[in-house]
């Protein structure tokens, strides 16, 4: 999962980079120009970036999953603000509010989600599901 994480933090920063040279290709560009399609954007990458963080963290099994994802979500939270208001430094940038509410309203309903489904996201859960055949029965 840490693999993952990081595989999915390297594809966003070469997003970022992307967008801040204003290189986007004509489809991205055609996205971000519909009716919030750039508010869509903005929920979906960091959604997935918290989410990708939370999980990774939390397969770590060092700290519990509540404190893994309070941690991922808080970190998540400091690079949307950060990269939001770094868009004031880019010339083809600009900063919005709008843009930055997207951005923690995508870490609150994406990022979130092994807080309000954990059974989803355990690797505990899959596993007794899968060991056990569907006749047999519970050993007391």
């Not at 918290?50 to 309070?70: E, K, P």
Request: proline share 5%; net charge negative; with cysteine.
């Amino acid at each position: 999962m840490v693999r993952l994480a990081l595989g999915y933090a390297v594809v966003f920063a070469f997003i970022v980079v992307i967008a801040d040279g204003n290189w986007l290709p004509r489809f991205a560009q055609d996205l971000h120009d519909l009716p919030y399609g750039d508010k869509v954007i903005h929920f979906t990458l960091f959604g997935l970036l918290a989410l990708a963080a939370n999980l990774a963290l939390a397969s770590q099994g060092r700290r519990s999953l509540v404190r893994a994802v309070a941690l991922g979500t808080i970190l998540v939270l400091a690079i949307a603000t950060a990269e939001e208001y770094s868009n004031v430094f880019v010339p083809c940038r600009d900063w919005s509010l709008g843009d930055l509410t997207a951005n923690y309203l995508g870490v609150a309903c994406i990022g979130l989600l092994p807080l309000w489904r954990p059974q989803l996201f355990t690797r505990a859960a899959g596993q007794e599901n899968d060991s056990a055949g569907p006749h047999d029965a519970p050993v007391c």
